[in-house]
Structures are given as structure tokens and as C-alpha cells.
């Protein structure tokens, strides 16, 4: 099968698969769809508490318990009845929804008090789409074992004819038992064994919504609680308070202590409205006051519990902050991947993948597949051009998506690490074989035996270079493109946090198809608009040769000094204006292409010769090879932006808190030599006198990560940075303002509105 239908079919595999497990409407994230908790209840008893959003539920046997610590076993889970749902994957299972709880005994060896306790779990929503196991550890504080009152001393006072409601008696309250029932009372229960209270009386308390607490009791049974003694408070909740609320009736009941009463068996459950005057995220606790009995006429003294709980941040000032630019774009990116569809997410991701391809990181690619097409000579067809093409864009595609799931997985750039010297001078000079192969000093083909091989499979593979297409496509994502830009870094960052490599892949890839679209229309024109035959074809090819060979100058200018590259630059442009005849006369009768070709090549050696000029006056921007020279005094005096080289996160820090401490906010760039939007930066951004005068009183730092060395990745990964370039703020509190991060080359007005942002 041909290499691009297997990259294509690939393609539509990984994106079926994500099809299949997403769907048109938001979808939870797994701790909102299934909220876990663990409590231990006694010495020798844990519980774990589910609260399962509505329209998701859980399966019974993707559940998993593990003790974790070597003195602690765990008993058999106690699971309550459950729904059976007929599953298309696993038939007829058993599910949970909204609130389930199951008790665990333990058994302790050697007085241990605590225990690491791993839960696993797995569940769905109602739409049809399933999420992956979830794993979650707890450490839990196991409470010391509780004596057990002797029963024989209770029989004693029960026979005795003694007749408590403790209750009313503060001394007997201390004791745990409320009420003996009269004698002969619910005769033939095993009255004295009694469930301790918060195995009697479960209480749970879970945050349903920014505004909104939920609680519920499970009560054992045979055991009730009375309505009247449930009280709730709030303590360490500052701006936030309860509002009213409102406890379901209960079962009307004559009691020996309190009168006409209501109790409540089995459950008891409600919500809780809050008044928030803080809208921030924040950690609350809520106090529970309750007391029960259980049937057999014994009662125990009131309880209390608390529980501690996170509100989340308001919606309220969720929509204020979305109204106004709190979240960089590539903050704003991660949270489409986590809110939005699929197609939406595809569709996003192929036109940031279209916007990119208009930056210099891609233009480099358009001589590199030209010169394969043009390589083929006579033999390119528009169908032969546009599968090159295809095969080029797929493998380039296919490229930034596994290795940007690894890079997030994993943490590691694999575009910085192919931006080592000596790989930067190798694919240089792959470059400039390729380009004197286009000047006829040699052929490069396959061996004939090879070419054989490959001819009786598959006519379109008769030389390989559908293969040769797809791996220049390779190599040409890792080393000739190695920008980071806000889409690439949203979907780096949401697959490092969330582990969804699948969606972040899947836009990876549609992002990689965007970038390749200037390249697969050159492909699909190129059979039309490139000659097939004659000496336009050799013309053609040449030119084609010496684009290369800018190709192989543009990559060693990554690990070259600059005024070599000046050279060089001369070099390439003075060499071919010789044999444009720029310093030849013109035959009579001269055609107007000849004439064109001619005044080209005169241009060209002119700023050859202008480069030389400059490199002799010790210049090494090829932009601006006579600056110093006194034609423009004013210019030539504009002084640059100097930055403050950082190297490590200590230094970092030690400069962050100085100038704090001295009222100056800071400006950190991350910067590396490799970086073509950082040297666009530098050149055109930086320089301009606006910027320089809106970033008076900052603190210049600059993190050159150029060697990738440890201290280099150890900055990339405090700030969760995929690699440059990166702009970063800081304010006197020596927090970074990650609202106002730039990531990507930003022209001088779009900078100055961030720095405006930034300072507001």
C-alpha cells in the first residue's frame, strides 16, 4: 500500500477513535463528572464517597481499593445495590449515580494510625461517552480505637429498673448510651450491641456548585434522627455565609424526651444555598450538630462533625474575568480544548495551523519541497507534484504530533534537542549536496537494483521519492521549523495536564495539515506552472539550487557568528549575479527577459558587495550592513535593548525579589539562538524606540535556553514553558502575571497593547 494512503488511514483511524469518545456538547472533566473522597470511620473502618454529577455514572467492577501500606489490610467493600445497565461494551453491569458511599473494614496491624490508600475507578456519561480509569491516593488519619462499654454493667442498670434519658442528664450524656428501653421491650433483639455514632449516623457534605453545599446522612438501620437537633454553621469561612435553607419533613413521632417530634430512617439529604461576598477560590469548613437513637429505645448524646471543603472560584467572577483579558492565549487555548468539540477543536486548530503558515518558520519548507519537484525534471506531473506534496505535509504533520505528545508527556522538547550543532550542520549540508545535485555536478537517485525493486510494486514508487518526500517532511518539522506559538503550546500544556493524548493529538495534527496548505497548493500547481522540458528546466533547476543553498545559510545562521553569515550571504548572492551576466554587456538585440535577468543580477551584486562593505566594518545583520558608517548618525546612535542575562532559577529569584525591592517590575525573554520569531523579536520589535520607551523602569531578563543544558530546561519547566519564545511579567508581589503572557513573535503594536495590559 502507498506510504500517504497508510499516513491517511492512520489519520482517520485517530480521529474516528476521538470521535468516539467526545461529542458536540462540554463534557465534565473527571473530577467534576465523579468527585471522590475517603474518611476513616474508625480505628478499623474506612469509607470512600463518590458524588456523581447528573447524567454520569460508575461502574461497579472498574472498581479498585488497595492499602498501600504494608501494615494495613483491606476487608472485603461493602457495595450497595446498584442500577443494571446494559452496557455495549460490557454487557449487563452494575452502575452508581448521584451519591454512592462504600464502606471498607481494615485490619491494623501494630497500633498503625495511618494508610495510604489507592482508589480506582471508571465511569461514563449518559451521552455515550466513557472515560478512562482514574486512579487517586489518599493518606489517611485512622482514629485511635474506642473501648467498648461493657454490656453486662448496662444489663445490670437495666434490670435494676433504672429508666434514663440522659439526654437531660449532662453526666450520663458522657457515657454513650442515651436510653434503656423499658424491660421486655422489643423483646429478642441484641439490644446492647450498639453501632458506634458515626456508624449509626453518616454524614457527608460535598460542594454541588460555587453557591451551593450539599449534605446528607445514611442512617444504618434500624436507627432514626430527629429533624429539631440538626444544625448547620460555617466557621473559618470569611465572606461566605449560609443562606436560608430548609429541611424536608419527616416522619411524625410521639417521643418519651421531646414530645410530638419528626425523625428521619434510611437518609437524609438537602442543599445548602451560600451568600458569597468573596467570589475568590477558597477553603471553608462546615460544622454539623445532629443526635439520634435507634429503635430498640436507646439513644446516643449529640454529635458534631466537620468537614472541610473548596469552593471554587464564582461564576460570577468567571464571566467577569472572560469579559476582560485575564488569560493569555494560550491559557485561553487549553480551556477550548477542555471546552469545546471536537470538530470545533479540529477546525480551530487547522486555521491557527493556516495563520502559522504565513510565519517565517514555514517559508523555509516552500524551496525545500520546490526543489524535490523541480528535482524530477520531465517527469513531474500534476498528480505526481501533488502526492509529493501530500506525502511531504502528512509526514511533517504526523511529526508534530507524536513528538509533541511525547514532548508533553514527557517533558522534554525534542525540537530544542535537534537543534544541536552538529545536527544543524549535517541537514546544512544535505542542503547543499541537494543543491549542487539542481547545478548538474552530479545525480542523486537510488541504486538501479533498488529502483527495480520498487518499480515491480508499485509504479508510483519507482524511485523512492515519495518515501524521500515524507522524510525530508520529518526532519524539515524538527529542525528548519522549531517555533513555538501560542496553538502549539495550548495543546502541549492541555496534554501535560490532562493525559488526553488523543485530543491533543488529533489537533496537533490538524494543526500540522494548516501549516502544510501553502505547501500541498504548490504541489497541486506545480506540474502546470513548472516547465517540463529544455533549457527553462535547467534555468529553473539552478534557481532552485542557489534557494537551497540559502536554505543550508538561513540554518547555520543558528550556530554561525553573525558577520560569517554576512559573508556568506555575499557569497550567495554575488556568485549567481555573475551568471545572471550582471557584469557581462548586454548582445544587441537583447529580449526583455534578458534584460530583467540582467538588471536582477546587477541588484544582487550590489548588495553583495554592500555585505562585504559591512563586514568589513565588523557589522552582522545582513539587514543592516552599513550601519555605523555615518550615513545615518541618528540611527546608527539608536542603542538596542540590553537584557540582563539569567541562567538559573536561583538567580532568577535573587533578581526577581531585588527588584521588588526596589518598586521595578520585570521582563523576562526567553531567548535561544535557534529561535527565528526570537531573532524576529529582537530585530524588529525590540528595536523599535515605542517599544523601548513603553518598557522604561522594567527590569530587562533574559534566559538564553540556546544550549538546552539542565538549567536551561529546569527554567523551561518552573514556568511549564514547551520552549522560546517566551515573554513573561512580573509584578512587586514577585508573582508572575500569567494572564500577560506572549507567547510567539508579536509585531510592535500588538507588544505594545500587551505591555499596556501587563502594567494595568
Known amino acids: 500500500m502507498p506510504l500517504f494512503k497508510i499516513i491517511f488511514l492512520c489519520f482517520l483511524s485517530l480521529v474516528s477513535q476521538s470521535a468516539f469518545a467526545l461529542n458536540t456538547d462540554e463534557i465534565l472533566p473527571p473530577n467534576q463528572a465523579f468527585k471522590v473522597s475517603a474518611k476513616a470511620l474508625a480505628a478499623d473502618r474506612i469509607e470512600i464517597t463518590w458524588d456523581i454529577a447528573e447524567g454520569y455514572y460508575l461502574y461497579r467492577n472498574k472498581m479498585h481499593f488497595e492499602s498501600k501500606t504494608g501494615q494495613i489490610r483491606l476487608g472485603d467493600p461493602a457495595f450497595p445495590a446498584g442500577q443494571t445497565h446494559h452496557d455495549e461494551n460490557f454487557g449487563d453491569v452494575i452502575i452508581y449515580r448521584n451519591t454512592l458511599n462504600i464502606p471498607v473494614s481494615l485490619t491494623v496491624e501494630n497500633g498503625t494510625s495511618s494508610l495510604q490508600l489507592l482508589v480506582q475507578y471508571q465511569g461514563c456519561a449518559d451521552r455515550g461517552i466513557c472515560y478512562p480509569p482514574q486512579k487517586t491516593t489518599f493518606d489517611l488519619k485512622l482514629p485511635a480505637p474506642i473501648a467498648k462499654v461493657d454490656p453486662l454493667k448496662q444489663l445490670i442498670k437495666g434490670t435494676q429498673g433504672l429508666k434514663l434519658n440522659l439526654f437531660e442528664d449532662e453526666q450520663s450524656a458522657r457515657s454513650g448510651l442515651v436510653r434503656v428501653a423499658p424491660e421486655g421491650e422489643r423483646a429478642g433483639t441484641a439490644r446492647y450491641e450498639l453501632l458506634q455514632p458515626d456508624q449509626a449516623f453518616e454524614f457527608f457534605a460535598s460542594v454541588k456548585d460555587d453557591h451551593t453545599l450539599h449534605v446528607n446522612w445514611h442512617i444504618a438501620e434500624g436507627y432514626y434522627l430527629y429533624r429539631e437537633k440538626v444544625q448547620l454553621e460555617l466557621i473559618n469561612a470569611e465572606g461566605v455565609t449560609l443562606g436560608t435553607y430548609e429541611i424536608p419533613r419527616g416522619e411524625p413521632k410521639q417521643d418519651e424526651a421531646f414530645g410530638q417530634v419528626e425523625t428521619f430512617h434510611d437518609k437524609l439529604d438537602f442543599d445548602l444555598p451560600l451568600i458569597r461576598s468573596d467570589l475568590s477560590a477558597k477553603n471553608i469548613t462546615l460544622q454539623a450538630k445532629y443526635q439520634g437513637c435507634a429503635d430498640r429505645g ?11 471543603l473548596s469552593l471554587p472560584i464564582a461564576q460570577q467572577l468567571i464571566t467577569e474575568q472572560s469579559a476582560a483579558p485575564e488569560l493569555s492565549e494560550q491559557d485561553q487555548i487549553v480551556r477550548s480544548l477542555h471546552r469545546d468539540s471536537l470538530s470545533i477543536t479540529l477546525l480551530s486548530f487547522f486555521g491557527f495551523g493556516l495563520l502559522l503558515s504565513l510565519t517565517p518558520c514555514i517559508f523555509p519548507m516552500i524551496p ?5 519537484i523541480v528535482g524530477h525534471g520531465n517527469r513531474i506531473t500534476t498528480t505526481r507534484a501533488f502526492l509529493l506534496s501530500l506525502s511531504y505535509v502528512l509526514a511533517s504533520a504526523l511529526t508534530y504530533t507524536v513528538f509533541g505528545i511525547l514532548a508533553a508527556l514527557f517533558g522534554s522538547n525534542l525540537q530544542t534537542a535537534f537543534q544541536q550543532p552538529w545536527i544543524i550542520g549535517l541537514f546544512s549540508a544535505i542542503f547543499v549536496a541537494l543543491s549542487l545535485s539542481m547545478f548538474g ?7 538501479k537494483s533498488l529502483q527495480v525493486k520498487l518499480h515491480n510494486s508499485s509504479e508510483i514508487h519507482r524511485d523512492g521519492s515519495l518515501l524521500g518526500a515524507a522524510i525530508m517532511g520529518a526532519l524539515s518539522s524538527l529542525i528548519v521549523g522549531p517555533c513555538v506559538a501560542a496553538p502549539l503550546a495550548g495543546a502541549l500544556i492541555y496534554i501535560g495536564q490532562t493525559g488526553d493524548a488523543v485530543l491533543g493529538g488529533s489537533a496537533l495534527f490538524a494543526l500540522g495539515l494548516g501549516m502544510g ?15 517540463k522540458a529544455g533549457d ?40 549567481p549575479a555573475i551568471y545572471l551576466s550582471a557584469v557581462d554587456p548586454l548582445p544587441e538585440n537583447s529580449s526583455g527577459w534578458r534584460k530583467l535577468w540582467k538588471g536582477l543580477g546587477l541588484m544582487m551584486l550590489a548588495y553583495g558587495l554592500l555585505l562585504l562593505i559591512g563586514f568589513s566594518l565588523g557589522n552582522s545583520n545582513p539587514l543592516k550592513p552599513l550601519q555605523g558608517l555615518g550615513l545615518s548618525t541618528a540611527q546608527a546612535a539608536e542603542p538596542g535593548i540590553s537584557f540582563e542575562r539569567v541562567n538559573s532559577i536561583a538567580a532568577l529569584e535573587a533578581r526577581i525579589n531585588q527588584a521588588a525591592a526596589n518598586h521595578q517590575p520585570v521582563m523576562l525573554d526567553f531567548y535561544a539562538d535557534w529561535c527565528i520569531s526570537c531573532k524576529e523579536m529582537e530585530t524588529y520589535t525590540f528595536a523599535d524606540p515605542r517599544v523601548k520607551q513603553a518598557l522604561n523602569g522594567y527590569v530587562l531578563l533574559q534566559a538564553d535556553v540556546t544550549n538546552n543544558s539542565d538549567d536551561d530546561k529546569a527554567l523551561l519547566e518552573k514556568f511549564s514553558l514547551i520552549g522560546p519564545p517566551a515573554i513573561l511579567f512580573f509584578g512587586l508581589d514577585h508573582q508572575e502575571k500569567t494572564a500577560n503572557r506572549v507567547i510567539g513573535y508579536q509585531d510592535v503594536e500588538t507588544f505594545i497593547k500587551s505591555l499596556q495590559r501587563a502594567k494595568s
Open 441 to 447: 555536478f552530479y545525480h542523486l537517485e537510488l541504486p
Open 517 to 531: 496548505v501553502p505547501l500541498l497548493l504548490l504541489g497541486a500547481s506545480a506540474g502546470k506552472l513548472l516547465p
Open 368 to 372: 525545500i519541497l520546490s526543489g524535490i
Open 298 to 308: 436507646v439513644c446516643y448524646p449529640p454529635m458534631s462533625k466537620k468537614i472541610d
Open 536 to 575: 527553462w528546466l535547467n534555468s529553473t533547476k539552478a534557481v532552485f539550487g542557489v534557494i537551497m543553498l540559502a536554505v543550508a545559510v538561513w540554518m547555520l545562521s543558528r550556530i554561525l557568528p553573525g558577520n560569517v553569515i554576512m559573508v556568506l550571504w555575499a557569497m550567495l548572492l554575488i556568485f
